[in-house]
Each structure stands twice: as structure tokens, then as C-alpha cells.
């Protein structure tokens, strides 16, 4: 079929259903498929998606109207998040970038360029869309588990990315002094709107590279998105066990309050036999400034710990903290930790919307709380 005939839409309800269905063995397996529905369900209504946060996307026949039969060549999702950008003039802007997520074609129609087509039209229509109306769509964000050449042949230039991984512990943590666990999803809040707060702060006073600079922000909307995923799989794959294990971990400096802490999110690619398919992931390391080397290790050490014996207790394999920055990078090596520059599975690409090309542009914060 010819690009033109074909259009991106919303689907309608049980068209979402269908693409749910079709995806649940890829992105579900640890789920049967009547909860892997519950959940995608569940998530239509988390306050991500009711502020408007979530859009499902199908590519079918122009000429078909919806509520008729029509096909479902290809499939996916848009989260919108908030972004910052420094131009190159110094000047910084606020707008929204619009990850996408769950790309999808049906076995039997694949190899035809139908997700192509849904991903050239998506570009196009993110970029209007906002034009017209509800602020500025800034750029586009996804991450790739299909190498780099794809999204990018539709505008997603891709970007550099690595993490430090540390190997789950089977032992229980004993739970340092000077660091607390963050055990209830209410004690979030406030953190992360200091850490919101912070990146505002050091965005502003960042000094202007020769590239013009973005970030994403990790705001409340986001993170929750993230943990009450992760809550529903839990409690579906975990069904006798407390929902909160733990979301996350402080340190704070006995001698100026200061504070380092990590929120993560476990995440199941695999049932719970298979915890090399599972992951613990620190959505964000948050370092309040004022906080010294010996206690950014400190921290660390305590944090880390009790994340890599969370992730033990609860079929994870191992705990990944993406990009962190050359300090941190160094102290979590001195752990341990294994440096990973990332070449497959979940590499970031970005499509700007603004004036100058891709390479101009330096992604900066790039860790896990941007990820969908
Ligand atoms: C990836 C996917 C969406 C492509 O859908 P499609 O409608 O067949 O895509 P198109 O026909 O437009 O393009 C096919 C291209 O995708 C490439 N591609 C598909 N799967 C790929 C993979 N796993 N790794 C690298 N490239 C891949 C093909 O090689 C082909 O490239 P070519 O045109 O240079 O030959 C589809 O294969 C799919 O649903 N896969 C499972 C889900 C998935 O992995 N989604 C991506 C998550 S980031």
C-alpha cells in the first residue's frame, strides 16, 4: 500500500486492545496476557496520562473510518515530557519533548516500511501539533533496541549513552548510618521536586558549550509513571509480598545536611526464575552540592548496597545507573561497578524540531527517569 493511503491515528479502544495484545509476548512475558492488558489499562488512567501525558498511535487506510474494520499496519506510543534548552545564544527556553515508545508491527506485516511511514508521519505530526496549539515541541526522544540506523532514517539522530553495572547481591544490605531507605511512593515527592528544582538551577548556570544544550527534566508526572509500573508487575509477579520494597535510598551529611539520593525501579524483562533478564534501575542520582568526595563515596556505597541486595531479594540480576557524571562514574568503578558504553538495547535518539541539525546539540542527564 502506498505511504500516501495511509495515515497515523488514534485508535480506538478495542483497536488499543489489539496492538496490546500483539506486543504482550515481546514486552510481557513476565506477565500472563490478562494482566499485561490490566496494566497497559491501569496506565491510561496514572496522572501522566490524564494530563494528557500519553497518546496511542496507529498507522492504518486513510480512506478506512474508525469504527469500522480497518488495519493495524503499525503501532506505537508518545509520553510527553518536559524539556529545557541553551541555545547557543545562552538563552534558555522551556517546552516539550515527546518520547515515544513501544514501536510495533504485527509479525505479518513487517518488512513493508509501514513503521516507517508511522514514524516519518509521527515526526511530522509532533512537530505541528504543537506549533498550532499547546506550547512547543522542542524535539522528540526515544530509545532504541534496534541499533541506531532505523529511527534515524525518520529524523531520531542517535546519541552516546553508558552505564555503570554492579551484579545483584544475595545477601540483605544492613542500612548504614546517615542513610534512610524510601520506602512509601508519598516521601517521592518532595525529593523530586528538589531535584527538579536543582537541574533548573545548574541548567541556568551551565557554562554554554559551542553546542546548544538539552535536558529533560524528571518531574513528578515522570517518576511516577516509572514506580507504578513497576508497582503493578510487582505486585502480580510478587503477589505475598509488601508492594514497597524500597524506592530508594538517602544519605545525608551528619556535618552540613547535604544529601545524596538515588530513586530506582525494578524492572522485569523475564519471570522471576530469570533475574539475568531483569534489571534494578537508579532512575536518578541526585549529589546536592556542598557534598564532599569522601561522602559522595559514602554514598554511594550505601546506596549501591542496598539497591544491588534489593535487586537480589527481588529477582533482578543486576543495578544499572546510566550516565553518571565523570565523578560519580569514577567512585562507582571504585566499587566495583562495570563501565558499559551501551551499543545495543535502549540507545537514546533524539529528533529536533528546532532550527540547525542533530549533531549541534549536547543531550545532557541523560539517565534512566528520561527513559519510556
Ligand atoms: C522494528 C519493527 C517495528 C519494524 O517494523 P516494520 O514495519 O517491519 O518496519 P519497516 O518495514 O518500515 O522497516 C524495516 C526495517 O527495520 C529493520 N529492522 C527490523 N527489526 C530490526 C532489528 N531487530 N534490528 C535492526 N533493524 C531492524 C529492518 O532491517 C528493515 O531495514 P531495511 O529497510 O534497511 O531493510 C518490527 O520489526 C517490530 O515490531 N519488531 C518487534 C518490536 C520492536 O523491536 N520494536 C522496536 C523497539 S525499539
Not at 22 to 47: F, N, S
Not at 88 to 110: C, I, L, N, W
Not at 188 to 215: M, N, Y
Not at 271 to 293: A, C, F, M, S, W
Request: with cysteine; aromatic share 8%; proline share 5%.
Amino acid at each position: 500500500m502506498s505511504a500516501q493511503n495511509l495515515i497515523i491515528t488514534a485508535p480506538t479502544d478495542d483497536e488499543r486492545v489489539k496492538t496490546w495484545a500483539g506486543t504482550h509476548q515481546l514486552w510481557g512475558a513476565a506477565l500472563t496476557l490478562e494482566d499485561y492488558l490490566e496494566r497497559e489499562r491501569r496506565q491510561l488512567d496514572i496522572p501522566l496520562a490524564r494530563n494528557g501525558g500519553l497518546t496511542n498511535w496507529i498507522l492504518t487506510e486513510a480512506a478506512s473510518p474508525a469504527g469500522g474494520p480497518r488495519p493495524i499496519l503499525s503501532s506505537c506510543e508518545t509520553l510527553k515530557k518536559k524539556v529545557l534548552v541553551k541555545g547557543k545564544d545562552g538563552k534558555v527556553t522551556e517546552g516539550t519533548a515527546h518520547g515515544v515508545a513501544s514501536v510495533f508491527t504485527q509479525p505479518e506485516h513487517r518488512g513493508k516500511g509501514y513503521a516507517s511511514t508511522m514514524m516519518s508521519q509521527l515526526s511530522e505530526t509532533l512537530a505541528d501539533k504543537e506549533k498550532a496549539s499547546e506550547g512547543s515541541a522542542i524535539c522528540s526522544v526515544l530509545w532504541s533496541d534496534i541499533g541506531k540506523k532505523f529511527y534515524a532514517r525518520s529524523g531520531w539522530q542517535p546519541f552516546d549513552s553508558n552505564h555503570v553495572e554492579f551484579p545483584a547481591l544475595q545477601t540483605p544490605a544492613t542500612t548504614p548510618e546517615n542513610i534512610e531507605i524510601l520506602d512509601s511512593l508519598e516521601s517521592l515527592a518532595p525529593l523530586v521536586e528538589a531535584d527538579e528544582a536543582i537541574l533548573r538551577a545548574r541548567f541556568d548556570s551551565a557554562t554554554q558549550g559551542s553546542k546548544i544544550q538539552v535536558a529533560l527534566l524528571p518531574f513528578l508526572d515522570q517518576i511516577h509513571w516509572h514506580l507504578l509500573r513497576e508497582r503493578f508487575v510487582s505486585q502480580s509477579l510478587f503477589p505475598e509480598r509488601p508492594v514497597s520494597p524500597g524506592h530508594g535510598a538517602i544519605f545525608t551529611s551528619p556535618a552540613t545536611a547535604k544529601r545524596v539520593w538515588s530513586l530506582w525501579t525494578r524492572s522485569y524483562s523475564g519471570t522471576v526464575d530469570q533475574p539475568e533478564k531483569n534489571t534494578l534501575y537508579l532512575l536518578r542520582l541526585v549529589v546536592e552540592d556542598g557534598i564532599t568526595d569522601a561522602e559522595l563515596e559514602t554514598a554511594l556505597q550505601g546506596i549501591t548496597d542496598i539497591a544491588r541486595s534489593l535487586a537480589g531479594q527481588w529477582a533482578c540480576g543486576k543495578v544499572e545507573m546510566w550516565n553518571p557524571d565523570e565523578k560519580t562514574k569514577a567512585a562507582a568503578q571504585a566499587l566495583g561497578g562495570k563501565y558499559i558504553s551501551r551499543e545495543e538495547g535502549s540507545l537514546p535518539a533524539l529528533n529536533w524540531f528546532g532550527k540547525g541539525p542533530a549533531e549541534d546539540l549536547e543531550w545532557i542527564w541523560s539517565e534512566k527517569y528520561a527513559w519510556c
